[in-house]
């Protein structure tokens, strides 16, 4: 018995490649498991709650194209204007009372 285990640590596959194997073999195994994990609680977030997911979904409410070409129909899609939104490293708020101001000033 000792002489056997003695064999094997003199045996560079048995000391070196086995453990390896092990570990790259176990590795996979552990990393699919882990990212199972990461799905699932994912699945369980994107639940959504009945009463929106009614609205949403187009099956149960579906869209009449007439009825949405007639709200199109209404807007004034001729007068506009292009308004700017805030540059990252600008103030939000002040850049939107500054477009208050300039929007009062203007009419």
């Known amino acids: 018995m000792k002489s056997w285990?003695?064999?094997l640590?003199?045996?560079?596959?048995a000391r070196y490649g086995i453990?390896?194997?092990v570990l790259v073999i176990g590795g996979s195994f552990g990393l699919r498991e882990f990212a199972q994990i990461r799905y699932?609680?994912?699945k369980i977030r994107k639940k959504l709650d009945p009463a929106l997911e009614a609205r949403i979904d187009a099956q149960k409410q579906p869209v009449i194209l007439e009825e949405?070409?007639?709200k199109l129909q209404k807007l004034n899609i001729e007068d506009w204007t292009n308004v700017r939104g805030p540059r990252p490293w600008?103030?939000?708020r002040q850049y939107q009372e500054q477009q208050r101001?300039?929007?009062g000033k203007g009419l």
Do not use: G, I, W
Request: no cysteine; glycine share 0%.
């Open 5 to 7: 285990f003695r064999v």
């Open 9 to 13: 640590q003199k045996n560079k596959t």
């Open 19 to 21: 453990p390896m194997l």
């Open 40 to 42: 699932d609680v994912q």
């Open 68 to 70: 949405e070409y007639e």
């Open 90 to 92: 600008e103030d939000s």
């Open 101 to 103: 101001a300039q929007q």
